[in-house]
């Protein structure tokens, strides 16, 4: 195909120049953008749109950035590669803000990443309630994070270990001889310490509940270390009578309560197993001082409109906004004064409540608001953190910066969506320029110009398709995207005549968890079920959690994970560290009961958009299980029988095969001294990843390392071994031709690890009666991708499954049997079923915030799948 014309910009000083761009998959890539605009990036899934966008334009804005910047200073900063381009011109400084499954450790809360939480310990500090007498604190005072803030028996973590005596004291009726103490150790040591207690008069063969309340109290909590006399091969009695004469000891011993035993081993053992064992009796309780809020005591004694500084950042972001915008009254009075407020104080407060007002609109327009100060960054989603980062930028008030977001609309009701269209029009009016890749059609169509890439995935794709504004893309005959921006050619979206009749059903009863309290509702079985509202009102919770833990607790149905779905997947590392396990939240529980219709449901299959690995070594043949096919096939070849190597010969994991120089990784890191560690392909296997000996057995011609480099597309065309077709169409049928069989995990986005793991279960023989539960399957998915993976789910509720999403594309909902609209609002004003019934009967739903959303793509599907001359006659 033709490399399609730069565009109208090019001569025009205004616009980004870019000149043969190769990275990745783009075939020398000539194109102009304009600056000062709103630009979408589309394209098909995997046709290059993040190579042009961030691989190669915010690449090489950072490369020229950084060349400014002392060699000490970069190595602190986090880079990306080189981008293979001839030339790039007109090109302003980048931010990049692109969907991330992590956000920083756990003290990192929205409060501190939004900097909001800086104006509200100030407004703490300056206009906050005191207790009589007590001095104003600072804003530093109201912080966790500091020493001056955090309480001090807990250190700002708000929780403490205990080891309580039920878990030292599994069980009171046993003696210490028998083994009372559990959390004692066993062999030597046990001995030695249960001889001190002989030697301090306790009788070892009495029941321990038997002993005195005192006695007990002191064997297990005492913080002392005696010296103790110890009596080999002797009775109780005759010890005491030793002790008694003051008899010359075996030996010495030092006696050391269970509690202490506890603490001191988890803390200092060098043994992994023994820090393991002593974790075992340890508990994380709220600290006893400041009940878990993590202050010290003088600051919440300081309140603001009755809340102290904990329980105001524990409200959500809205509430916050209400609660200060009072102080703008020029009649405000705080609560709990009754002395008028001074005009200092009153001027600093509306200064102050101004400033928190402003920087929370953002976050309200992005459909934040349901968030709380508090929150802890990890546990948001991707598109809520790159939406808080977008709102963060709104405020930072930059101009002539290049924005370069990664579908801010992911995760986004379509409510919202309006919103975040209106931040992106306040970016190009503050004079900046905004690219962002994208799959919503509604925000692509609010772009000024659209550069759209493919015309296909992969090798398929990486060239212009057009470049221009929205109405021009009508003529672009290559372009998919146009067919569903414009409803034309074959987009009719695989639309079904009829939907499916439920027979039966699951009944969730009185279920409670995170802002879902006390919900009822009826889930229908044999049909696909389409979970909607705005963004935070519970979807996720009720699906992902409350449902599986609910079925799981009957211990009925096999409820799988997302590894037993796929098989190869790395469970993630536990956390390292004291503070990290005070500081990881505590484990949330379902509430409630579950009614399911007998023997309609013996498989629970969740499908989520967690990793699939963490390391590179896995990676999406592996996962699926496709490699072990493809090592048997290597291992089956006559000079690979001739040699006598086995299937293992051909895994990077093994020494026998694998690279003796990197061993199996393909890369070495190369320390720069002043300069970021960089990654370079390993010298002796070129990257390969494997040794020499075993990249001479070729299969049709092809190593195990060229079949790793294939995209599943091309080893598709390439294989006819059944199995190995069967793992490679299940790819290709959500939508992950591109990917090459050897990508690794790290570098898969939650939507594409969460399609690997449904291609693992698509690939299984479907046998009925499987429930599966899906979080946004179509997030970060092209609309023609979409929709291929919306007909494999139909597929599977035709085969006798049920299916349930939670999704925000009208056009996947429009095609669903059953509609559950959450809602009304997010956070605390979500949780509740505001419609429920087929797609129409939701679509008029006077409550339903989706509902003209849904409706309107009801009329277009209508549209789309009515015959020609009904289409005109309707037009006329």
């Given at each position: 195909?033709?490399?399609?014309?730069?565009?109208?910009?090019?001569?025009?000083?205004?616009?980004?120049?870019?000149?043969?761009?190769?990275?990745?998959?783009?075939?020398?890539?000539?194109?102009?953008?304009?600056?000062?605009?709103?630009?979408?990036?589309?394209?098909?899934?995997?046709?290059?749109?993040?190579?042009?966008?961030?691989?190669?334009?915010?690449?090489?804005?950072?490369?020229?950035?950084?060349?400014?910047?002392?060699?000490?200073?970069?190595?602190?900063?986090?880079?990306?590669?080189?981008?293979?381009?001839?030339?790039?011109?007109?090109?302003?400084?980048?931010?990049?803000?692109?969907?991330?499954?992590?956000?920083?450790?756990?003290?990192?809360?929205?409060?501190?990443?939004?900097?909001?939480?800086?104006?509200v310990r100030m407004m703490m500090s300056r206009v906050g309630t005191y207790r009589d007498g007590?001095?104003?604190l600072l804003a530093e005072d109201f912080s966790t994070n500091t020493v001056q803030g955090a309480c001090p028996e807990c250190h700002g973590l708000g929780q403490v270990y205990d080891v309580p005596e039920s878990r030292m004291v599994p069980d009171s009726s046993l003696s210490i001889r028998d083994g009372a103490l559990a959390a004692w150790p066993s062999a030597w040591h046990g001995q030695q310490l249960r001889d001190s207690l002989v030697s301090l008069g306790y009788d070892v063969d009495m029941p321990w509940r038997e002993i005195s309340r005192a006695r007990r109290d002191w064997a297990l909590y005492t913080r002392e270390?005696?010296?103790?006399?110890?009596?080999?091969?002797?009775?109780?009695?005759?010890?005491?009578?030793?002790?008694?004469?003051?008899?010359?000891?075996?030996?010495?011993?030092?006696?050391?309560?269970?509690?202490r035993y506890v603490f001191d081993t988890f803390a200092n053992s060098k043994s992994a197993r023994m820090r393991e064992r002593a974790g075992s009796f340890m508990v994380s309780v709220a600290c006893s001082q400041c009940h878990g809020?993590?202050?010290?005591?003088?600051?919440?004694?300081?309140?603001?409109?009755?809340?102290?500084?904990?329980?105001?950042?524990?409200?959500?972001?809205?509430?916050?906004?209400?609660l200060i915008e009072r102080v703008l009254d020029p009649s405000w009075e705080p609560l709990a004064e009754s002395?008028?407020?001074?005009?200092?104080?009153?001027?600093?407060?509306?200064?102050?409540?101004?400033?928190?007002?402003?920087r929370i609109a953002p976050l309200a327009d992005l459909g934040l608001g349901y968030l709380s100060l508090d929150r802890s960054t990890p546990t948001l989603s991707s598109g809520e953190l790159q939406r808080m980062r977008l709102a963060t930028q709104v405020l930072s008030q930059l101009f002539g910066v290049v924005f370069v977001l990664d579908e801010p609309s992911a995760g986004l009701h379509p409510a919202d969506t309006e919103?975040?269209?209106?931040?992106?029009?306040?970016?190009?009016?503050?004079?900046?320029?905004?690219?962002?890749?994208?799959?919503?059609?509604?925000?692509?169509?609010?772009?000024?110009?659209?550069?759209?890439?493919?015309?296909?995935?992969?090798?398929?794709?990486?060239?212009?398709?057009?470049?221009?504004?929205?109405?021009?893309?009508?003529?672009?005959?290559?372009?998919?995207?146009?067919?569903?921006?414009?409803?034309?050619?074959?987009?009719?979206?695989?639309?079904?005549?009829?939907?499916?009749?439920?027979?039966?059903?699951?009944?969730?009863?009185?279920?409670?968890?995170?802002?879902?309290?006390?919900?009822?509702?009826?889930?229908?079985?044999?049909?696909?079920?389409?979970?909607?509202?705005?963004?935070?009102?519970?979807?996720?919770?009720?699906?992902?959690?409350?449902?599986?833990?609910?079925?799981?607790?009957?211990?009925?149905?096999?409820?799988?994970?997302?590894?037993?779905?796929?098989?190869?997947?790395?469970?993630?590392?536990?956390?390292?560290?004291?503070?990290?396990?005070?500081?990881?939240?505590?484990?949330?529980?379902?509430?409630?009961?579950v009614i399911v219709a007998d023997d309609r449901i013996r498989r629970v299959v969740q499908v989520s958009q967690s990793p699939i690995g963490r390391t590179p070594r896995s990676n999406v043949a592996t996962y699926t299980g496709l490699f072990d096919r493809v090592r048997r096939l290597f291992a089956a070849t006559p000079e690979a029988?001739?040699?006598?190597?086995?299937?293992?010969?051909?895994?990077?994991?093994?020494?026998?095969?694998?690279?003796?120089?990197c061993k199996g990784e393909g890369t070495m890191e190369i320390?720069?001294?002043?300069?970021?560690?960089?990654?370079?392909?390993?010298?002796?296997?070129?990257?390969?990843?494997?040794?020499?000996?075993?990249?001479?057995?070729?299969?049709?011609?092809?190593?195990?390392?060229?079949?790793?480099?294939?995209?599943?597309?091309?080893?598709?065309?390439?294989?006819?071994?059944?199995?190995?077709?069967?793992?490679?169409?299940?790819?290709?049928?959500?939508?992950?031709?591109?990917?090459?069989?050897?990508?690794?995990?790290?570098?898969?986005?939650?939507?594409?690890?969460?399609?690997?793991?449904?291609?693992?279960?698509?690939?299984?023989?479907?046998?009925?009666?499987?429930?599966?539960?899906?979080?946004?399957?179509?997030?970060?998915?092209?609309?023609?991708?979409?929709d291929r993976l919306l007909r494999h789910l139909q597929h599977l509720v035709d085969a006798g499954n049920t299916v349930i999403v939670v999704e925000h594309d009208m056009r996947i909902i429009a095609q669903a049997d059953w509609v559950i609209d959450l809602g009304p609002g997010a956070g605390d004003a979500g949780g509740s079923v505001v419609a429920e019934g087929t797609p129409e009967s939701v679509a008029a739903s006077p409550e339903s915030r989706t509902a003209p959303y849904l409706a309107a793509a009801l009329a277009r599907r209508t549209s789309a799948t009515q015959p020609p001359q009904f289409a005109r006659a309707s037009a006329r």
């Open positions: 195909m033709e490399q399609a014309d730069p565009g109208t910009p090019s001569a025009d000083t205004g616009s980004v120049r870019i000149r043969g761009a190769r990275t990745h998959n783009l075939a020398n890539v000539d194109v102009d953008i304009p600056r000062d605009a709103i630009v979408a990036f589309t394209g098909v899934s995997g046709s290059g749109k993040s190579s042009l966008a961030f691989a190669t334009i915010y690449a090489e804005s950072q490369r020229r950035y950084f060349e400014s910047v002392a060699p000490y200073a970069r190595r602190l900063m986090s880079q990306v590669s080189a981008p293979d381009v001839d030339a790039i011109d007109g090109l302003p400084p980048a931010v990049a803000l692109q969907q991330q499954r992590s956000g920083g450790n756990a003290r990192s809360t929205v409060g501190s990443a939004t900097t909001i939480a800086n104006v007590a001095p104003m270390t005696p010296q103790v006399p110890v009596f080999r091969e002797l009775t109780p009695r005759q010890v005491w009578a030793a002790v008694e004469r003051g008899d010359e000891p075996s030996y010495m011993s030092s006696f050391v309560g269970v509690q809020k993590r202050l010290k005591q003088e600051a919440l004694g300081v309140t603001f409109e009755g809340y102290d500084v904990t329980e105001l950042s524990a409200l959500p972001l809205e509430d916050i906004a209400a002395a008028p407020v001074a005009p200092e104080r009153r001027l600093a407060a509306q200064r102050l409540a101004k400033e928190a007002l402003s919103a975040l269209v209106g931040v992106l029009s306040s970016l190009k009016s503050a004079g900046n320029t905004v690219f962002l890749v994208e799959h919503s059609l509604d925000v692509i169509r609010a772009a000024d110009w659209i550069v759209d890439i493919g015309p296909g995935a992969g090798a398929s794709g990486g060239t212009v398709v057009y470049s221009g504004e929205l109405d021009g893309l009508r003529e672009a005959e290559e372009s998919v995207t146009r067919d569903y921006l414009f409803d034309e050619g074959d987009a009719s979206h695989d639309a079904r005549p009829v939907r499916r009749s439920p027979d039966a059903q699951i009944e969730l009863v009185d279920v409670t968890r995170n802002n879902v309290a006390g919900l009822s509702v009826s889930f229908p079985l044999g049909v696909l079920t389409a979970v909607t509202g705005v963004s935070g009102s519970g979807k996720s919770t009720l699906v992902t959690r409350a449902i599986p833990e609910l079925l799981s607790a009957e211990g009925e149905v096999d409820a799988e994970t997302d590894t037993d779905a796929g098989g190869v997947g790395e469970a993630d590392a536990p956390a390292e560290g004291t503070s990290a396990l005070l500081l990881s939240p505590s484990p949330e529980h379902t509430t409630g009961r029988r001739r040699r006598r190597y086995g299937a293992g010969r051909f895994s990077f994991n093994r020494p026998s095969g694998r690279c003796p120089t320390e720069l001294l002043f300069l970021p560690t960089v990654q370079a392909p390993c010298e002796e296997c070129g990257g390969t990843r494997f040794n020499a000996e075993t990249l001479e057995i070729e299969l049709d011609g092809r190593t195990v390392a060229d079949v790793l480099a294939m995209s599943v597309t091309a080893a598709r065309a390439t294989f006819d071994d059944p199995e190995l077709v069967r793992h490679l169409d299940a790819l290709i049928d959500v939508g992950l031709g591109y990917v090459s069989l050897g990508q690794p995990a790290t570098e898969l986005s939650g939507g594409e690890a969460q399609r690997v793991k449904l291609a693992s279960e698509l690939r299984r023989a479907l046998t009925g009666d499987t429930l599966y539960l899906l979080d946004e399957p179509t997030s970060g998915l092209h609309p023609a991708d979409a």
